[in-house]
């Protein structure tokens, strides 16, 4: 057994010379990249793609580099894809897990899971849709004076000397115009109490 493991570590270890080349360098470490990926990744096609995006990457951003730096660039670029597909698997797994849909350990379908909508039903959305526009018709039909108090106060939340200010007015009469608007908006949206 010690001389599989050795050979197996000299194989993954190679100690060759790095090619002059970027594509014969890359030929030399395919199959070592993919088996150490596959021994990380336990499943052939991501072990694939990542020795494939490793290579991809060192081509694409290393090229001009020096050949003796070409080995750790691959290697720390195919280790950090092996650990990003990792993450996304274990990320997965567990969203699955929340939501279902996914296989139990028998490999039976397990039920999925859908979270409860807390959000107003279509009904409460019909009444928030007309109570609205009841609420706009009845500002509307305000004097204007009122309707800018109360869209200052009420809707933009303006403090009173705010209000005053942005209406030109002493801060009496914006209590005085706020005051007037409640009074007629509550006669005028008696129904929806």
């Known amino acids: 057994m010690s001389s599989v493991a050795g050979a197996l570590d ?15 360098f890359l030929a030399q470490v395919e199959r070592r990249a993919f ?3 596959e021994m990380q990744l336990r499943q052939r096609e991501d072990a694939m793609d990542a020795v494939q995006d490793a290579m991809l990457r060192l081509v694409k951003h290393y090229r001009d580099k020096p050949a003796a730096e070409w ?13 990003d597909l990792q ?13 279902g849909g996914g296989r139990d350990d028998d490999g ?10 807390h959000g107003p039903g279509p009904l409460d959305r019909l009444h928030d849709v007309q109570s609205y ?12 004076r009122q309707r800018e108090a109360f869209m200052l ?6 403090d009173v000397a705010e209000t005053a200010q942005a209406m030109g007015c002493s801060e009496g009469s914006v209590k005085t115009h706020l005051s007037r608007a409640m009074h007629h908006l509550r006669d005028l949206l008696e129904d929806w109490r």
């Open 35 to 37: 088996r150490m990926a």
């Open 71 to 83: 080995p750790p660039l691959f290697w720390g670029i195919l280790r950090r894809r092996i650990v």
């Open 108 to 117: 039976d379908e397990m039920p999925a899971w859908e979270p409860p909508d």
């Open 133 to 144: 526009a009841d609420m706009a018709a009845a500002v509307r039909q305000l004097p204007q």
């Open 87 to 99: 993450r996304r698997r274990k990320v997965r797994s567990i969203v699955v897990g929340w939501l």
């Open 153 to 158: 106060r009420m809707l933009e939340g303006l």
């Open 10 to 24: 000299a194989e993954l270890l190679d100690v060759r010379e790095t090619p002059a080349t970027l594509d014969a």
